[in-house]
C-alpha cells in the first residue's frame, strides 16, 4: 500500500491499542487538535478521551504521570512535542525512568514509551530544531529508537511496548512527509540490529533517523564516480549494533559517520571510538564525520541548509576517506 511515514506512525499506535488495552497515548494536543504533527489524526474519535489523554502544557508533570501509569500495569505512549520541550522533563526521564529498576534492586521495571520529533531542516529556529538523541544515549536504563523507513515508523512501536524498560523514539520531522510503499500486513519488526540498506565495498556510511536519505543519495552519486558504498541504518542508539558496524568496515576499510547532532560528544563521536577501539587495524584511512556545525541552527534557510549535514559534505568525506581528494 501506499502510506507516509506519518500515516505508518498513525497505523502503529492504532495497531497498539486495538491489541493491549493497557496501551493509551497522552500528551499535548494528541487528542481533539490530532497531534502537533498529525500522527494521532482521528484517533480520539476511534478510542475516546480515556485513551486519547490530551494533558496541560506541563512536560515534566504528564511524562511522570505516564511512569506512574507504567509502574501501576499500564502501558503509555508519552507524546513530547518536540526534543527540546523534553528537556523540561529531563528529571522524570533520567532521574526516574531511566533509574527505578535499579534503585528499587529490580522490584519495579518502568515500560513507558516516550516519542518526540526530533531535528531541523524546516526553518523553525533554534529553540524547536534540536538533535539531542545522541545526549539520551549516553544514559544507562533508556533504549534509543530512531525510526528512518517506513516499515520502521510502522513496526517499531509495538516492540517498544514489550520492553520492560523505558523507550525514547525519535521521529525526524523532515520524515513526516515522506512517502512510499508499505506492505499491507507489515508489523511488528526487531529493535536490535542496524540495518545494512545498500552494499559496497569501497567505504561504510553509518547513519541514522533523518539524515538516511541524503546518505542514501550521497551513496548513488559516489557510485557514479567508482565509490561503492555500504549504507548502514543504525535504527537503534542504544544499545548500539556494534557488530554490524564491525563487519561492515572490515569488508571496505573505511568509514564515514553521519550525524545532525554537533560534533562534540555526539553519537558519532561515540561511534567512531568504537570503531577505533574494535576495527582498528582493519583501518586504511582515518575515520571521518559529517556533523551539525558548532552553532544554534539558524533560522535563515539558506544559512540553516549551510550548517547541517548534506550530499555535498559527506561526498567529500567520503572521497578523502578513499583518497579520492574532496
Given at each position: 500500500m501506499k502510506t507516509t511515514y506519518r500515516e505508518a506512525m498513525r497505523a502503529a499506535l492504532r495497531d497498539a491499542m486495538t491489541r493491549d488495552e493497557r496501551v493509551f497515548l497522552m500528551g499535548e494536543d494528541v487528542g481533539r487538535y490530532g497531534g502537533s504533527f498529525a500522527v494521532s489524526l482521528g484517533l480520539?474519535?476511534?478510542?475516546?478521551?480515556?485513551?486519547?489523554?490530551?494533558?496541560?502544557?506541563?512536560?515534566?508533570?504528564?511524562?511522570?504521570?505516564?511512569?506512574?501509569?507504567?509502574?501501576?500495569?499500564?502501558?503509555?505512549?508519552?507524546?513530547?512535542?518536540?526534543?527540546?520541550?523534553?528537556?523540561?522533563?529531563?528529571?522524570?526521564?533520567?532521574?526516574?525512568?531511566?533509574?527505578?529498576?535499579?534503585?528499587?534492586?529490580?522490584?519495579?521495571?518502568?515500560?513507558?514509551?516516550?516519542?518526540?520529533?526530533?531535528?531541523?531542516?524546516?526553518?523553525?529556529?533554534?529553540?524547536?530544531?534540536?538533535?539531542?538523541?545522541?545526549?539520551?544515549?549516553?544514559?544507562?536504563?533508556l533504549r534509543i529508537l530512531a525510526p528512518a523507513t517506513l516499515a520502521d515508523a510502522r513496526g517499531m512501536l509495538w516492540t517498544a511496548l514489550q520492553d520492560p524498560d523505558p523507550v525514547l523514539i525519535f521521529e525526524h520531522g523532515s520524515l513526516y512527509n515522506v512517502a512510499g510503499e508499505l506492505d499491507d500486513d507489515a508489523g511488528a519488526v526487531g529493535i536490535d540490529k542496524a540495518a545494512v540498506l545498500r552494499e559496497g565495498d569501497a567505504i561504510t556510511l553509518i547513519t541514522y533517523g533523518g539524515t538516511l536519505p541524503l546518505v542514501l543519495e550521497a551513496a548513488q552519486q559516489l557510485d557514479g564516480e567508482g565509490i561503492d558504498a555500504d549504507v548502514i541504518d543504525l535504527r537503534t542508539l542504544r544499545p548500539l549494533d556494534a557488530h554490524t558496524i564491525m563487519d561492515s568496515v572490515a569488508r571496505t576499510h573505511r568509514a564515514v559517520v553521519v550525524d545532525e547532532g554537533w560534533r562534540s560528544g555526539s553519537i558519532s563521536a561515540e561511534i567512531a571510538a568504537r570503531i577505533c577501539e574494535q576495527a582498528f587495524f582493519d583501518l586504511d584511512a582515518p575515520v571521518e564525520r559529517v556533523c551539525s556545525l558548532e552553532v544554534p541552527v539558524p533560522y535563515a534557510k539558506h544559512l540553516e541548509q549551510a550548517a547541517l549535514p548534506s550530499v555535498e559534505r559527506v561526498m567529500a568525506a567520503a572521497r578523502r576517506a578513499v583518497g579520492a581528494g574532496g
Open positions: 480520539l474519535e476511534e478510542f475516546g478521551p480515556d485513551r486519547i489523554r490530551d494533558t496541560p502544557l506541563s512536560e515534566s508533570g504528564f511524562v511522570g504521570a505516564g511512569i506512574g501509569a507504567a509502574l501501576g500495569g499500564m502501558r503509555p505512549v508519552v507524546e513530547i512535542m518536540t526534543v527540546n520541550f523534553s528537556l523540561l522533563a529531563l528529571d522524570q526521564i533520567i532521574n526516574n525512568a531511566a533509574t527505578l529498576l535499579h534503585m528499587s534492586g529490580g522490584q519495579f521495571n518502568v515500560p513507558i514509551v516516550i516519542r518526540m520529533t526530533t531535528g531541523a531542516g524546516r526553518q523553525l529556529g533554534a529553540q524547536h530544531s534540536h538533535s539531542l538523541e545522541g545526549w539520551y544515549a549516553h544514559i544507562p536504563g
